[in-house]
């Protein structure tokens, strides 16, 4: 893949918060070679939801009819592109070619072409801060906070793309009952507790439980045979693997409406630190990068103040030396894995080569990181 290629993300939400599709920004210097580096990240093509895709600041041209799209992806025409007689042509062929259309940075008076099919339609809520009639669905991007998407939904739009809901959320002094039994159950693991105090913790919540073994019997995991109890699945995982699987248990407890998307981006940052983190610390440091890439969203999750979660928990320095300072050495790949979830590639191709990581590296991890999250089915 082109050294020069870089991917970054988005999750975009429909008005009841759950997620719609997953938005990949291709930055390239020209359509080949973006073409170019999406075959050769087929493989990690996040499969569960719809996939926009995004040439960033690119016309598109014809040489997107050579990628063999995976069936689950829309490609975006900015609105700017439609006053050119080859984006025109373009679109009838890849229509033609059975390419579902969104249309975005539109304005209205944006001419998309008569009878030609459009899926979704993207417009900055700085410029149209009222969804306007348009040739798709109405989505929003630019959307500051919740308070933010909230008044766009107001406004007519149907959902939003970007991370709006990692800001202004309030926050509580203490964690709610839930949360705290996941948290009980995780120092009883790190301190190496008896197997048979913490299945006893585990079963005063059945909730819990059903939720630990959906997630270890999910997709992203990958095993051969179903775990049937929490007996069973220590014997196949073992103590560490289990903190870390618990340890998703406390990411996902949230019942806010929007956790569905916060939980994905969570997991997503804790895959993603796992891959790349290979190369960097031993082995069984892999699943503390995971958990420091999921805990990085706890305050938003729990609705907590992060110091005061992580004060009632047991964990290695380097995670809280990360999450709480940016210090240490986890800290250059959490936020490389944050910098991955900027609409810019400039701070992301930043602390890739502070870390010696290439583009391909670096977006290959990226594809799988979402790939995963969507496994385990955050709906």
Known sequence: MSADVLITREPVVNKQRAITANRLIVHA?????????????????????AVFLSLAKLVPTTDLLQWQRPDNALVE???????YAQTQELIGQLTQGGVPLNLTWFQPGAQWPAGVDCRFVLSDVMRVPKAAPSPGLNLAWGVADVAGFETAIANGYLGAAGWFFLK???????????????????????NEAELSQIEAALKQDVTLSFKLLKYINSAGFGLMAEVQSFKHAV????????NKWLSLLLVSASRDPIAPAVMQAAIARGRFMEILGAQYVDKRELDNLFITGAFSLLNVLLGADLDGVLEQMTLPEAITDALLRNEGPYA?????????????????RSQA???????????????????????????
């Open 77 to 83: 025409i900015p609105a700017q592109a439609l006053q």
């Open 332 to 348: 250059a790949l959490l936020q490389l894995a944050i910098a991955s979830e900027g609409f810019s590639p400039d701070k992301l």
């Open 168 to 190: 202004g959320v309030p926050q509580a002094k203490e964690m709610q009952p839930s949360h705290a039994q996941i948290v009980r159950l995780l120092n009883l693991v790190r």
């Open 353 to 379: 080569e502070h870390l010696g990581l290439t583009p391909a590296q670096v977006s290959a991890a990226l594809m799988q990181a979402v790939a995963f999250a969507d496994a385990l089915g955050f709906d």
């Open 235 to 242: 014997t196949i995982l073992g103590m560490d693997k289990l």
């Open 29 to 49: 210097a020209n359509i080949p070679t973006a073409v170019e580096a999406l075959h050769e990240l087929s493989d990690y093509w996040p499969g569960r939801h």
